[in-house]
């Protein structure tokens, strides 16, 4: 029904950028949350940042301050801008959005999922 397609991971030396980006498409009505996580090898899951409006976002003290988090109502897209990034940042990141469908049921949906890489 739901489909989240993310994009541009890749492998990046320490102190440097990346952009994530993460769409979404299918029987849409419309997107209340979406956010961004990660999960490095033998860890579990975490939390990194999540956005409901441009005014309202929320970040995992790992990440405040170097990553930032936006979206675009438009194309049902959400971005994390990476900055100042650290080998400690290596993991599998995946989009999370809370969707409510065009039957107006309400589904999460997960990506699956880009490999970012610091080296040091």
């Known amino acids: 029904q739901v489909q989240l397609v993310e994009s541009g991971g890749g492998l990046v030396q320490a102190g440097g950028s990346l952009r994530l980006s993460c769409a979404a498409s299918g029987s849409i009505f419309s997107i209340n949350a979406m956010g961004w996580y990660r999960q490095a090898p033998g860890k579990q899951r975490e939390f990194l940042a999540s956005?409901?409006?441009?005014?309202?976002?929320n970040y995992a003290d790992s990440v405040k301050g170097r990553f930032t988090i936006s979206r675009e109502n438009a194309k049902n897209t959400v971005y994390l801008q990476m900055n100042s990034l650290k080998p400690e940042d290596t993991a599998v990141y995946y989009c999370?959005?809370?969707?409510?469908?065009?039957?107006?049921?309400?589904?999460?949906?997960w990506g699956q999922g880009t490999q970012v890489a610091v080296s040091s």
């Open positions: 956005v409901r409006s441009s005014t309202n976002t």
């Open positions: 999370n959005a809370d969707v409510i469908l065009t039957s107006r049921s309400t589904i999460a949906v």
